[in-house]
Every structure is written in structure tokens, then in C-alpha cells.
């Protein structure tokens, strides 16, 4: 299967009037309410819990739970409708939809329930109240956020139609209240807002029901959910078996400056255990700071920063910014790593300087040799001169405008990674989890993606598999330990290695076989 494709709402609502204005249009909303429906009898409902509070907006996410209804009724469920718009308000499709569940013999509550008391009642909540169509930068009325409220309060799973009410379909950003859904069975296609920023606390399993379009013949997709199918075209080849340490690549870490050595030991051990060839850190530490070996890691070999970028054409990849502070020799580090041909990763304070000084600004925007960056929202913050706000408020937005602006693709860091290419195209990670809300777990994805540079992926690859990855050992670690408390960033180096390996070789060995044929 392809990639899945994310459409923001304009690209939604071009899909479905190119789908009503072809021959013979589907009943777009019959499909997704009779799919929404099954998910509900087969996901949340059963012969012993067959009691469910359906709850309409005043728009079309209403029409689809009229439908939803319509259906739960007909398979004998004891279904309890609340619907407080306006019926002659209603759109087409929902009006008609509210008229078929009339003639059905439904009938519908005017207000919605908000009572404790009544909790028992139901075994499980659709909710229809809104969906795209939803303007946050309006405050919902009472009604709708108390009955928000008292949904959020029941012990019972809520499934979700097409977005969580509350959430905002492009960004993900809810500005005040939104439906907990256990299951979002979403319609047509993936929206960015389900995958990144609040909406990863809010969607619980998402469902795509793609009512029969193929969308991304309709309308050429610049944005997808990265998934195993995808990475499995970014791993590297097996190893074979003549190699040696030149055949994967030196690696350089520039940064480690005093009080913050760690980020760059992080990032280095990061590397080595990805499968770089050789790993130099270039340590800014003052004499008395800096250590002479990594006695964890002894592998590494540790250099001052000069040492190190005297001898750039020996390695091939850079690593600048874990720990690099923002001291003048930190700047001239970094002007001389930016006018290098190195692929460069740049990260936390690379970044952060880059968006003080002007001088490094037009370095980047004018380097020609690979590069990426790797932002946490504070410092895209910094980078395109805004708040973080402004960042989460639109992370996807955010991630294309930093790719573009330095000609340079990225990963905006955080739930639900964006990577992002200055065309615009972009994916979201669907790894990652808030075990990895620690202090030098960005130190080690800055490490893993330059160890796979110095293994000659492309820019593109990397940086797709390094997220994918780091998200996923995460995750990995998080079945391990029964939950994210606690989860640190060396961790997640060698849960990763596993990964890594089992990814490309599948569980099989590398070694020779040799075994005696028995002679007959
Ligand atoms: N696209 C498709 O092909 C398909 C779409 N389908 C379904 O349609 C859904 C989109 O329907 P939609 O466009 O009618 O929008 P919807 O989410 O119901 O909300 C609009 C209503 O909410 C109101 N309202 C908005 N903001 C508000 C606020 N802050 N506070 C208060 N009220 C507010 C707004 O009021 P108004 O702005 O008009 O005053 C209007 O009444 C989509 O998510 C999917 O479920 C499926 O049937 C399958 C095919
Ligand atoms: N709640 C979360 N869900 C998923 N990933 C997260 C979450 N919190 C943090 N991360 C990931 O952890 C890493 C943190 O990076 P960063 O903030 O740069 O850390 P540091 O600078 O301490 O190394 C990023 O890859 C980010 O995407
Ligand atoms: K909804």
C-alpha cells in the first residue's frame, strides 16, 4: 500500500466537489455513516453493551451521526440521539439524513444530556457535533462545551466522527475544549490535526474510511503519514561481508562545551551505535571540563574543535550544536562548518545561533552541499523570529516555511514530528511518545541521523528513517517498561540498534554458513 496521504480542509472540500461534480456522485455521507457505524457495533458496542448516546451538531458531522443512528437502530442497539440545532438550518445532505432517521421511527432529544446521574445509560458515545467545518477562532457556545465536558467525564469509550469535536482539523490545536475519543473513524482521508500536537491526545485510534476514493487521484497529496512500508525504502543495504570501518563512514560532533559535555557524548554514542564508521566528538569544554575519554563509550575519539575541523576532509558528516553554546568560538565553529562541503546537521545551538547572526543566516541559505536541520519548537521559534505559540498553533505551516526559507530540509521535533522539504512536501512520524520529553533525547536523534549520512543515505532518507526510528525505539521501550515515566536518552541508543537491525536483516545472520554434506 501507498503512503497514506494528509489533506488539510480546502483539500478535502476539493476532493469532494470534484467527487459530486463527476457522473453519477456517491452518497458521500451514507458511506461514511454506514462505515462509522460498523466500527462503532464492531469496535465499542456488544450484544451486552448496546446502549449509546449519539450526539449531532449543526452541520454535516451532524448528518453523518443521524446516519450513524439510523443504522445503530436497525441492528438493534437502544440508541439515544441529541440534536439542539436548528433542523431547517441543517445542510442538504444532513437534512435528509435527519429525515431518513425520522422515517426509521427515530426520534431525537432537544437538549443534550449533561447529567452525572444519567451515566449509566450508555455503553458508548458517537460523536457527530463537529467535524472540519469547525472555526476554533470561535468560542463554542456553553451548551456544546458543557455536553464536552460531561462526555469527557463518563468511564465509556467514545468513537469519533471524523475529527474529535474541539480539534482543529489543519493544526491540531484545541483552544479550549475537545472530545476524548477512544476511536476517530475519519472520512476520506488522513487530516494533519489528527496527527500532530494536540491531536495526538485526543483521536485515540484513528480509522480511515476512505468511502471508496482513491483521493490522491483527485488531488496530488504534498503531505503524508510516514509509515513501516515507507522506512523499509529508506534503510540501508546489509552490510557486505568484506567491509570495513572506512566503508561506513566518520562521523563528526562538534559541540560539548562546559556544563553541557553530555549532549555531545549523547550525539556521539548516538552515531556509533547506528553504525558509523568512526566517531570524533570536537569538544568545546575548557581544560579543566573537557574528558579525555568517554570511559562509557570508549570508542569514541575525543579532539578539541580545532583538531577536529583540521581535519574535515577526513570525515563525512558533521554533526553541529549538542551542547555548542553561544561563546564567539562557538560562532566561528559554526561559520567554518557552514562554509565547508560537509553534510551538516544542525541542531540546538547551531540553530539557535544561526537565528541571532545574520552573517550565519546567509551561510546556510547560501550552502550548496546537503544539510538539515533539526529544530525543537523554541528554536524554529527563534529561527522564523515568531513565539512558540505561533509554531504549535501551526506546526505544519511552520515546518514548510523554516524548510523554504533556508532551502534546507528539516524535522520540526515534538508529538508528532513534521520532516518538512523546501517544496513543501512534508510527512508526519506516527512514532514517538512522552517518554522521550527528557533532556538529550534530541542529542541522540541529531546523533542517528548523521550516523546515517556518514553511511551515504540521502538527505532525504535519513532524516525520514532517523525520526521514524527514534520514535519507534521509543515506543519499543515504552511496552518494555509499561510506560513512559522515566524513559532516558541512552535508552533509546541501543532499543534503536535493535531496531535498526531487525528492520534490515529481518532476524537473519550475517555470518557464514558452513556445514558438512552428508556423504550417501
Ligand atoms: N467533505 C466531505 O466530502 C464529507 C463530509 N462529511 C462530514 O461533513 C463534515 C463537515 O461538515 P460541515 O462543513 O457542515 O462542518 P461541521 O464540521 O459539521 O461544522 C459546521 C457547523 O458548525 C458550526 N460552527 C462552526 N464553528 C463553530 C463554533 N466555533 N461555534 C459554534 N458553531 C460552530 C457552523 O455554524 P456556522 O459557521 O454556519 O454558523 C456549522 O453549523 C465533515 O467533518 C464530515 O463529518 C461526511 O458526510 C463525508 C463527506
Ligand atoms: N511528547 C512527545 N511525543 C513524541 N516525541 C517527543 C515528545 N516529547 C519530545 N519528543 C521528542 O524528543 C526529542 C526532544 O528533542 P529536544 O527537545 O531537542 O531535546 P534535547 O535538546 O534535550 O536533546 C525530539 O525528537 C522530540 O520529537
Ligand atoms: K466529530
Redesign the pocket.
Known amino acids: 500500500m501507498n503512503t497514506r496521504p494528509v489533506y488539510t480542509t480546502a483539500q478535502i472540500r476539493e476532493i469532494e466537489f470534484r467527487v459530486l461534480h463527476a457522473p453519477n456522485p456517491p452518497a458521500l455521507m451514507e458511506i461514511a455513516g454506514l462505515a462509522a457505524a460498523g466500527i462503532a457495533r464492531d469496535r465499542l458496542l456488544a450484544q451486552d453493551k448496546d446502549r449509546v448516546l449519539v450526539l449531532a451538531g449543526p452541520g454535516n458531522n451532524g448528518g453523518d451521526a443521524f446516519v450513524v443512528a439510523r443504522h445503530l437502530k436497525a441492528w438493534g442497539m437502544k440508541v439515544t440521539l441529541a440534536f439542539t440545532g436548528e433542523a431547517e438550518k441543517l445542510p442538504q445532505d444532513a437534512r435528509c439524513a435527519m429525515q431518513r432517521w425520522h422515517e426509521a421511527g427515530g426520534t431525537f432529544e432537544t437538549v443534550f444530556p449533561t447529567d452525572k446521574h444519567a451515566a449509566q445509560q450508555w455503553d458508548a458515545v458517537i460523536d457527530g457535533l463537529f467535524g472540519i467545518g469547525l472555526d476554533t477562532a470561535r468560542l463554542l457556545p456553553e451548551r456544546y462545551r458543557e455536553v464536552i465536558r460531561y462526555v469527557n467525564s463518563l468511564n465509556v469509550p467514545v468513537l469519533a466522527l471524523d475529527i474529535p469535536s474541539g480539534l482543529t482539523s489543519d493544526t491540531g490545536e484545541v483552544q479550549d475544549i475537545c472530545i476524548h475519543a477512544a476511536f476517530t473513524a475519519t472520512f476520506i482521508a488522513l487530516k494533519p490535526g489528527l496527527l500532530t500536537n494536540d491531536g495526538?491526545n485526543y483521536c485515540g485510534e484513528i480509522l480511515v474510511c476512505n468511502l471508496g476514493l482513491q483521493s490522491d487521484t483527485l488531488i496530488t497529496a504534498q503531505s503524508w503519514l510516514l509509515d513501516h512500508q515507507h522506512i523499509k525504502t529508506c534503510l540501508p543495504t546489509p552490510r557486505l561481508a568484506n567491509s570495513h570501518k572506512g566503508t561506513f563512514g566518520s562521523i563528526g560532533i562538534l559541540g560539548g562545551a562546559t556544563g553541557i559535555v553530555g549532549?555531545a557524548v549523547l550525539a556521539g554514542r548516538a552515531a556509533l551505535n547506528l553504525g558509523a564508521g568512526r566517531v570524533y566528538l570536537g569538544l568545546l569544554a575548557d581544560a579543566d571540563h573537557v574528558p579525555v575519554i568517554d570511559y562509557g563509550q570508549p570508542e569514541l575519539m575525543l579532539r578539541s574543535p580545532r583538531e577536529l575541523l583540521r581535519q574535515v576532509e577526513l570525515l563525512d558528516c558533521l554533526v553541529i550544536g549538542?551542547g555548542l553554546g553561544n561563546e564567539i568560538a562557538a560562532c566561528d565553529f559554526l561559520q567554518q562548518a557552514l562554509h565547508s562541503d560537509l553534510p551538516l546537521v544542525l541542531?540546538?545551538d547551531a540553530l539557535n545561533l544561526i537565528a541571532r547572526h545574520e552573517e550565519l543566516n546567509k551561510a546556510l541559505k547560501r550552502r550548496q552541499a546537503p544539510g538539515v536541520l533539526?529544530p525543537?519548537p523554541a528554536e524554529a521559534a527563534r529561527l522564523l523570529h515568531v513565539t512558540k505559540d505561533d509554531i504549535q498553533q501551526n506546526r505544519p505551516r511552520a515546518a514548510c516555511e523554516l524548510a523554504k526559507k533556508f532551502n534546507c530540509p528539516l524535522v520540526l521535533?515534538?508529538?508528532g514530528?513534521i520532516c518538512a522539504y523546501p517544496d513543501g512536501s512534508h510527512y508526519f512520524s506516527p512514532t514517538?511518545?512522552?517518554g522521550?520529553?527528557?533532556?538529550?533525547?534530541?542529542?541522540?536523534?541529531s546523533g542517528f541521523l548523521g550516523a546515517l549520512l556518514a553511511q551515504k543515505l540521502t538527505v532525504e532518507k535519513a532524516l525520514l528513517l532517523s525520526v521514524y526510528l527514534?520514535?519507534a525505539a521509543?515506543d519499543r521501550l515504552l511496552d518494555q517498561m509499561g510506560g513512559p515515566l522515566g524513559m532516558t536518552?541512552s535508552e533509546i541508543i541501543p532499543s534503536a540498534r535493535s531496531l535498526l537491525n531487525y528492520w534490515i536483516y529481518d532476524g537473519s545472520q550475517g555470518s557464514i554458513k558452513i556445514n558438512n554434506q552428508e556423504e550417501r
Do not use: E, F, I, Y
Open positions: 495526538r549532549a549538542p541542531d540546538a533539526t525543537h521535533k515534538g508529538a514530528s514517538g511518545n512522552p522521550l520529553s527528557t533532556a538529550g533525547t534530541g542529542d541522540v536523534l527514534h520514535g521509543a536518552a
